[in-house]
């Protein structure tokens, strides 16, 4: 109590002028701190909203990498369940059958490349130069080619030969092999 009774008899003791500028003093004092709180709520609201943007880029990033992994991880599984189906297949026979079916044997010449792949697979490709053929038959070839599940067409060059109306191609064709 005698704390408190020293306090009252000290501001009592004070004139007006003296109180008034303890009041400013105390007034000022407060609203600084009003004001410093103020702006490090502006500042932290800020740099939150800076981060949640950054996030949200980040965010849409992945799920665009998780569509893609998806999309990617579904093609491997049809390429892995294609080459279950079909372990006894050679793109070898399967060329000699296609140019035995055009009857293309003499005008053709294949040479056959296989090369391991970093993705855990084997490709084995033929490069095939055929000539002297027309349109009709470069089309019904390129589509027996396309129709078969496992094979697919690696690039196609087309050139015009010597004798009218038929054509020169070279075309690498090639398959996957599981890791053996």
């Excluded at 800076?50 to 599984?77: D, E, G, P």
């Excluded at 296989?114 to 697979?121: A, F, T, V």
């Excluded at 015009?160 to 090639?174: D, E, H, Q």
């Amino acid at each position: 109590m005698n704390i408190l009774d020293s306090i009252r008899d000290r501001i009592s003791s004070f004139e007006q002028k003296e109180i008034f500028r303890f009041c400013l003093v105390y007034l000022v004092i407060c609203i600084g701190v009003e004001v410093g709180l103020v702006v490090r709520y502006v500042y932290l609201q800020q740099e939150m909203q800076s981060k949640i943007i950054q996030l949200n880029k980040s965010r849409q990033a992945l799920q665009v990498i998780l569509t893609h992994y998806q999309v990617v991880q579904q093609q491997k599984n049809k390429v892995d369940l294609a080459l279950k189906q079909n372990k006894t297949f050679n793109i070898q026979k399967f060329f000699q059958d296609l140019a035995q079916k055009y009857n293309i044997t003499a005008q053709s010449s294949v040479s056959f490349k296989r090369q391991k792949l970093p993705n855990g697979y084997f490709e084995e490709s033929l490069l095939v130069t055929v000539t002297q053929i027309d349109m009709k038959m470069l089309c019904e070839l390129l589509l027996d080619i396309e129709q078969e599940s496992i094979v697919y067409t690696v690039s196609v060059d087309i050139t015009k030969a010597t004798t009218p109306k038929k054509i020169n191609l070279t075309v690498s064709i090639a398959t996957l092999r599981s890791e053996e």
